[in-house]
């Protein structure tokens, strides 16, 4: 293999990025969707049979949301071995300073146009805008904060779970017992988010309509950019020293201390970054939805990201997004025609990838196969065997 | 030294102490021993007792190691070889008692990664290596140099740590698997691998939990060659029960039993103490 690296030596993020040929072909999608899809939406006519219908933009754009939001648990489960099972909670922080930019975007074009107070608060009698509404007016500073709030929790919570060492199955409970405990304190009314109804009838971003075909398909680019980007600081810290770190405490925890590193740093840093990716996400997702409501925080779904990232295949991040995609496209398909079925086909799911797959749907490619050459067809016949055996 | 000086009695004192001395002469001198081989030791491990659920592991164990010395633990399973690394390496916090390193820096208030970065390595019972690292990677997070989370991130492999990385890989015999996962490596690669990886953090005192176990006899013959050249630059402890290896090593021996040290001096030596045959040697 060429050693780009040494070719690159000016530019180590080419380098490095040329030598990721999974990552080059989801980002050449990327940039290619963000071209043809705004054009197939918004310039071709409805005649046409390239024509992408709106809500199609919107669907896809959401789908991307869930991507980086798998992207988000791949870095630190498939890089760090922490499974998280609370990741829904980022994505809902994220997702909820957004509303609240666009609660107050509304202004006084609410129900019962009150300039300053969205109309849950004035169905409450609420008199005045709780202080932590407070600058959500501008969009910068709720884009900030959709980054931060998610943060900063992840880097109290991670503070306090990785000091105390807590790793494995059990740091995956305490994690649902975090999104958990945010679902039962968002569905209150008196914490001023709307309670079990959320934020919702949102009117415009940035003074554009939200139901406008521009808005959704701008919406659609903003959502592959920083998939796009997303994937480049995710693939640079996992490629990184930094990165090898990581895999390292995933194979051999107890090694990496005696080497003398602190893995609770590492662990906090990978963790607080994922976590802002999270929220990223959710706060590119709750525009395209045009709803935000305590059932983000609901436990199942954060379980449902990790099936998402094993569909796919861990430790791969293009994986995760493929995965997403999948799993996703079958939960529109089968709630749209069978919606009995789609828990069972979920966990179904998830079992043959488990058996068969464990290395998800990009170990089953042959291009991108594992490292260790195994194949697709080989990994199956062993694991028959295996199983034959027992 | 100074402690010493510093606490002895005037000659007054002196002489009544020499009067008594004649009942408790042998405790005196045991005293005066030990301060002096605090003064002089890269590890000083003195009445050290650690209990698990009720079990006492470590039971007021004692001894020194000197700077530059080489030297093998033998003793039965559940003896405390581990449980004593363990300590040294802050793994589990003793009871009671005193760990020193080099005489000064107390290592029972430390956590892992510090003691490491004071210069003690450890090479587990188990071997354990970064199964899907290479064995040029493994090697690399294992050079010295900085631990902090974006010195790693911004990390470039600088040419004298792939000189130090080439050096070792000769040193450990693994040249040619540079490129090679480390889950690929046999049983005794791995361990290698491992030792390797400590010499890479450039300690001062290495801990080495059975090297050779699982080694077939050549390997064996490489181990001990190599640890007696490690030993050359390093202080070097090595827990091991495969007596010709032990023998190889050619140096001062402790017999540990049930969590304290039962005999200390040359393996010829211990080897006919009656109460070492008794415990592990004549089983
Ligand atoms: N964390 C622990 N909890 C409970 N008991 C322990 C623990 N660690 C060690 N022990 C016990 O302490 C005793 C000493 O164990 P240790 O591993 O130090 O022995 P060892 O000399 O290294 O033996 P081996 O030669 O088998 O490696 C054993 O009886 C073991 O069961
Ligand atoms: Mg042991």
Wanted: with cysteine; proline share 3%; glycine share 10%.
């Amino acid at each position: 293999m060429t050693d780009y690296s040494q070719k690159y030596k000016m530019t180590p993020v080419v380098g490095w990025l040329l030598q990721d040929r999974g990552g080059m072909i989801l980002l050449a999608i990327l940039i290619a969707a963000s071209i043809l899809i705004p054009i197939c939406s918004l310039l071709l006519p409805q005649s046409s049979a390239f024509h992408v219908p709106t809500w199609m933009v919107s669907l896809l754009g959401k789908y991307l949301c869930y991507a980086l939001l798998a992207l988000s648990v791949d870095l630190i489960w498939g890089f760090c071995g922490i499974l998280s099972l609370g990741h829904g909670a980022f994505f809902a922080l994220g997702g909820y300073a957004m509303g609240m930019y666009l609660m107050r975007q509304i202004g006084d074009r609410g129900v019962y146009g009150n300039p300053d107070l969205p109309d849950f608060m004035v169905f409450l009698n609420w008199t005045e805008l709780p202080w932590y509404w407070y600058g959500f007016d501008m969009f910068w500073f709720a884009i900030v904060m959709a980054m931060f709030v998610p943060g900063l929790l992840a880097f109290v919570f991670g503070f306090l779970a990785f000091r105390s060492r807590v790793t494995g199955v059990y740091l995956s409970i305490i994690t649902q017992a975090m999104t958990y405990a945010l679902l039962l304190a968002f569905f209150r009314n008196d914490m001023g988010f709307g309670g079990n109804n959320g934020l919702t009838d949102f009117k415009d971003l940035l003074g554009y309509s939200l139901q406008s075909d521009g808005t959704r398909a701008g919406l659609f680019v903003a959502s592959c950019v920083f998939l796009g980007l997303c994937y480049i600081v995710a693939r640079g810290i996992t490629q990184s020293r930094l990165g090898k770190v990581l895999i390292a405490i995933r194979d051999a925890e107890s090694r990496v201390r005696f080497t003398g590193y602190r893995v609770e740093y590492y662990k906090l840093f990978v963790f607080t970054v994922s976590a802002v990716m999270a929220g990223i996400a959710g706060a590119l997702y709750v525009p395209q939805v045009g709803i935000i409501n305590p059932g983000e925080f609901a436990p199942a779904l954060s379980i449902e990201i990790v099936i998402w990232v094993a569909v796919g295949g861990r430790g791969t991040l293009y994986g995760a997004v493929l995965g997403a995609f999948i799993v996703n496209y079958a939960k529109t398909f089968f709630t749209g025609v069978m919606p009995d079925f789609w828990l069972f086909f979920l966990g179904g799911l998830f079992i043959a990838v488990t058996l068969f797959l464990p290395k998800g749907v990009i170990g089953a490619v042959p291009a991108f196969g594992s490292a260790n050459g195994q194949s697709f067809l080989s990994g199956v016949r062993k694991r028959l065997n295996a199983g034959g055996k027992a | 030294m100074s402690n010493v000086i510093a606490n002895a009695p005037s000659n007054a004192d002196t002489m009544t102490l020499e009067k008594e001395g004649a009942e408790n002469g042998p405790a005196v001198m045991a005293d005066a021993q030990r301060k002096s081989n605090r003064s002089e030791t890269i590890l000083y491990v003195d009445g050290v007792s650690v209990t698990f659920d009720g079990f006492r592991a470590l039971n007021n164990l004692s001894f020194y190691v000197e700077p530059g010395e080489l030297r093998a633990i033998i003793g039965p399973n559940g003896a405390g070889k581990t449980t004593m690394m363990d300590i040294i390496t802050g793994k589990t916090r003793p009871d009671t008692g005193d760990v020193l390193f080099k005489s000064e820096t107390d290592l029972t208030k430390m956590d892992e990664a510090d003691i490491a970065n004071l210069g003690i390595g450890r090479k587990f019972q188990k071997p354990t290596v970064f199964e899907s690292h290479t064995v040029f990677d493994n090697l690399l997070l294992a050079c010295s140099g900085g631990r902090g989370v974006f010195n790693a991130l911004f990390h470039r492999l600088s040419g004298a740590e792939k000189a130090r990385i080439d050096k070792t890989l000769t040193t450990i015999m693994l040249d040619d698997k540079r490129d090679e996962m480390a889950a690929n490596l046999s049983h005794g690669q791995k361990q290698w691998l491992e030792i390797g990886m400590l010499l890479m953090q450039e300690p001062e005192l290495l801990l080495v939990d059975e090297p050779v176990a699982g080694m077939t006899d050549s390997e064996t013959e490489e181990t001990a060659k190599l640890l007696r050249a490690i030993a050359k630059e390093y202080s070097v402890v090595v827990v091991e029960h495969d007596m010709e290896f032990v023998r190889d090593l050619d140096c001062k021996v402790t017999v540990l039993h049930e969590g304290s040290v039962l005999a200390e001096g040359r393996l010829d030596h211990v080897q006919k103490d009656p109460r070492v045959i008794e415990v592990y040697l004549g089983r």
